[in-house]
Nanobody, 128 residues
Framework: QVQVKESGGGLVRAGDSLRLSCVAS????????MGWFRQAPGKDREFVAA????????LVADSVKGRFTISRDNAENTVYLQMNSLEPEDTAVYYC?????????????????????WGQGTQVTVSS
């Protein structure tokens, strides 16, 4: 089993930055990728970014590209989501997820169904 726990959410103003953290614990050697998703009220869960865990390769949604960056620290079992130039439309609960399966095509990490373990989420609210 793998546990993931997000932190770093909060209330900010448009244009501000936030960095979310997600710490993985348990059988972390089984992780192949980590991803960030978000869900706004009344909307479906949306892919934000993903990174392979042991190999290079990241993927960022077009909707946040240029503003959000995903990175990882394997020694700390932590993945980060740096969010700059935040907009009110970024308001959502942000979820971290871990995937045990190697997927040759990194595009497949866009799918929420690819992930085996999920955190409880952290709220990000951006005021205008």
């Amino acid at each position: 089993q793998v546990q993931v726990k997000e932190s770093g959410g909060g209330l900010v103003r448009a244009g501000d930055s936030l960095r979310l953290s997600c710490v993985a614990s348990g059988r972390t050697f089984s992780i192949d990728a980590m991803g960030w998703f978000r869900q706004a009220p009344g909307k479906d869960r949306e892919f934000v970014a993903a990174t392979r865990w042991r190999m290079g390769g990241t993927l960022v949604a077009d909707s946040v590209k240029g503003r959000f960056t995903i990175s990882r620290d394997n020694a700390e079992n932590t993945v980060y989501l740096q969010m700059n130039s935040l907009e009110p439309e970024d308001t959502a609960v942000y979820y971290c997820a871990a995937d045990r399966t190697y997927r040759n095509d990194i595009i497949l990490y866009r799918r929420a169904t690819a992930y085996d373990y999920w955190g409880q989420g952290t709220q990000v609210t951006v005021s205008s």
